[in-house]
């Protein structure tokens, strides 16, 4: 018996039952009969093109399925045919929320495999604009959030504070949405005069930003009646289908790659908390992302007041060729655990990259998931899970 | 750093992995990160003692990769001209291989946060291993991928259904004698911009900064 099985909550086994009985009555009664669902492709809870196929008895859904494949791209094929510094522009792409997270990984895989080290103002920035990219990704979950529950305040909240962020980002990087600015060996620029103080500004805003949906959301009587105690993933479950990020936190499991990962990022030159929730259940989730994005406005805030001097680049050839090797480098991303393994053959490009992205195996767990619950629980479990389509289909 | 990561001893060491596989390890290897490399019959068992024994309960991914050099290199050819010849010998990576396709997943063990690359040959004629799904719940989703865009078969896999192409798409779209199409039809400008500056030969002099 696996452990899937045996961690089955009696709500999963009286749907398994109940999807049994269904199947009997439709041949048997004629008088209620399994409906199909679709759920999408276009959906505002899918954050691009998801769909979901829901099997219904009643309003309990006795099987469920997520048909992914309307945005697949072929990024692991397409990055054996570019150079190493072309490879960060389709990366880009995946979360496209948080792009510069994206571009991270990748780098430093390819770093550990030339054994060049970016010098520590560029690793820095690139820890300040990696944060700024999750708060950027988060305060729109957030804002989501709310909309997908009926509540319509927060998403206007939501994208006139993520404006804030991505103007930041813009003035720094040149891209709004994918800055393209993390180069092997350190960063395309460095930062423009006065963007450091504009940065608190913004950070302090952000705060505001988080008390304002805490008071408007987390305390909301109706929010908590709709998240709290549906769609509850135990920890066991969460680890086997490799759930990362806020996923795993709210299922009580205490990992954080920032902190918990050896990386040339600043991460650990910062005072801040790693948030963890034993319930496992859609709010856990939320409330896990909320305290994560003020968690992270407080990394930015040190991380500007001690930027160090010097250089933005290492000394790294023109032509980029990277030594034959294996690598494998995550960090904890927006979504969670994104990660690229490298296999080199000191060509100009990757031999193979495996591309290891959050939400594909943060999705994965929905036909579990899924079973047994109401029809207007799938959206909130949805929006919880919180995946970005380019992140599932790559 | 505010908290520490966990209050038990780091307890498994590369040592005790191996001490606890035995000799289903065929191969292995050691930098940072740890590489194993197992008999295909012991790929299953090998798993169940990672995760049971060792405390291996992350599921972090599986894929595969194919060791052929691709007969179309990089997709820089000219397609009016015909092919050059390549050099398609098969040379496998960290701890070794003897087939074209391998099989390799990375688990985790969250208490120690050690990880471990298993990588496991699939043999050349059937091109199926065992299924991992009911050890990794995860593995089910990637095996399904990994079947669509490889060819191989996973036994005991309940549904490997393709997730992302046509279901009467033909071929295997990461083997690497799978051509890019779009390569195939026009030639890449994105050439140039790795070529060597005109009249220059130092390319290794390091950025202006």
Known sequence: MSLTDRVLGDRQQLAYIASQAADAR?????????????????????????????????????????????MHRGYEKLTEVRTYPQVTTLVNRIDWLGSFANEVPFI???????????????????????????????????????????AITP??????????????????????????FDRIGGLKDDLPAGWIDETRAVMKKLRGFCDQIEDLLFGNEIFQSRTRGIGVIPREVALQYGLSGANLRASGVDWDLRRDHQLPMAWNQADWKVWTHPDGDSFARCWIRLQETREST???DQLLGSIPAGPVMAKVPKIIKVPEG?????????????????????DLGP???????????????????????????IVTILASLYFILGDIDR | MSTTPDTQPRITSVAEVKAALGDRIVDSFHKEDLWLRVHTDAWKSSMRTLRDTLGFHYFCFLSAIDWMPSPYGRGEDDPTEPAPERDTTIRQGYA??????????????????????????????????????????????HERETHEMFGIKFDGHPDLRNMYLPIDFEGFPLRKDFPLLARMVKPWPGIVDVEPLPGGDDNQGGDDQ
């Open chain 1, 298 to 300: 407080k990394i930015v």
């Open chain 1, 155 to 180: 998403v206007f909240l939501a994208f006139r504070d993520r404006e804030y962020v991505l103007n930041l980002i813009e003035s720094a990087t040149g891209g709004r949405f994918h800055p393209n």
């Open chain 1, 108 to 150: 430093l895989a390819a770093e550990k495999l030339m054994e060049v080290e970016a010098p520590p103002r560029a690793q820095h920035i690139r820890t300040i604009l990696f944060e700024l990219s999750r708060i950027a990704n988060v305060s729109l979950f957030l804002g989501d959030l709310g909309v997908q529950l009926g």
């Open chain 2, 96 to 141: 070794g291989g003897e087939t074209r396709m391998q099989v390799f997943v990375r688990v985790t063990n969250p208490v120690t946060h050690v990880s471990v690359i298993v990588k496991v040959d699939v043999p050349d004629d059937s091109l199926a291993i065992e299924s991992i799904h009911d050890v990794y719940a995860g593995a089910n989703w």
């Open chain 1, 326 to 346: 294996e690598a494998w480098v995550s960090t904890e991303n927006p979504l969670g655990e994104m990660g690229y393994y490298i296999v080199s053959r000191g």
């Open chain 1, 351 to 377: 031999f193979r990259v495996k591309i290891r992205s959050a939400s594909f195996n943060n999705i994965s767990i929905t036909p579990w998931l899924l079973r047994g619950v109401y029809v207007p629980d």
């Open chain 1, 26 to 70: 439709l041949n048997v009664e004629l008088e209620t009969e399994g409906m199909t669902l679709n759920i999408g492709p276009q959906h505002p809870a899918t954050h691009g093109t998801l769909r979901i196929i829901a099997r219904l008895d009643g309003e309990q859904v006795v099987w469920a399925e997520p048909a992914c494949g309307y």
